[in-house]
């Protein structure tokens, strides 16, 4: 890609441009092209070369929500802390169908992005540690945050606590006896782990989340029991 084809006027679509992880998009490019780019779409767009005068210049243009879920910006605390008014701390759900061969159990499971806005408390590009979790205990999400995000090792030793209530993630209808019955499916933080590609199981913290998986869900789900092989393997 380069300026002189996308100069070329009346050809493209600049929200499938906007999109497009195969440009780099950097500063100079989106200056130039400033006018004509879906800046909601653009931000979301993990291929861009992310910069706080990229960010600054163009301030109040990007969608914020968009931001906040995409995973390549450059997190850290001071950056986090920059912003700290402008980021969506927690998601909100989108309502979807679900497929007739699956329960909402294993729709959440394979499709949890599609289910959810995006947020920090879900951002798989952000590392919570301590420092974090002291300063914004109030504003995160644990339960989504144990699906989609990583945790040093001292944050998750230190508030393994807030991991162990469950949320109801949805039921299935069945009969019994002739009468039609409901069963309400729950699943805690610590189930979400075994889901999280981002959680990584290391010699410093598979026995705690051994003993603390077991605590909140009284055995091993099948999830987590693949998790378990593939670290002993």
Avoid at 26 to 32: F, N, P, S
Avoid at 54 to 66: S, Y
Wanted: aromatic share 18%; proline share 2%; charged share 30%.
């Amino acid at each position: 890609w380069s300026t002189e084809i996308l100069d070329i006027p009346e050809v493209w679509n600049w929200e499938e441009l906007s999109r497009n992880e195969f440009i780099e998009w950097d500063y100079k490019l989106i200056k130039r092209y400033e006018e004509k780019l879906n800046f909601k779409l653009l931000s979301r767009n993990v291929k861009c070369k992310w910069t706080i005068e990229l960010i600054n210049d163009f301030l109040q243009k990007w969608d914020w929500e968009n931001l906040s879920g995409n995973p390549s910006l450059p997190w850290d605390e001071n950056f986090i802390t920059m912003y700290e008014e402008k980021w969506t701390w927690v998601h909100k759900y989108q309502k979807s169908s679900f497929e007739n061969d699956r329960t909402e159990l294993e729709h959440l499971a394979y499709n949890y992005h599609k289910l959810f806005t995006p947020s920090l408390s879900s951002n798989s590009g952000i590392t919570w540690t301590i420092s974090l979790l002291k300063k914004y205990f109030n504003k995160i999400d644990f339960w989504h945050a144990s699906r989609n995000c990583k945790f040093s090792d001292n944050a998750l030793f230190n508030y393994f606590d807030v991991f162990t209530p469950s949320k109801r993630i949805g039921g299935h209808g069945f009969r019994k006896s002739g009468d039609r019955e409901y069963l309400r499916i729950y699943r805690t933080a610590w189930e979400n782990f075994a889901l999280n590609e981002n959680f990584i199981l290391s010699i410093n913290n598979v026995r705690f989340c051994y003993i603390n998986f077991c605590i909140a869900h009284g055995d091993f789900s099948d999830d987590m029991k693949r998790k378990m092989n593939d670290f002993f393997k």
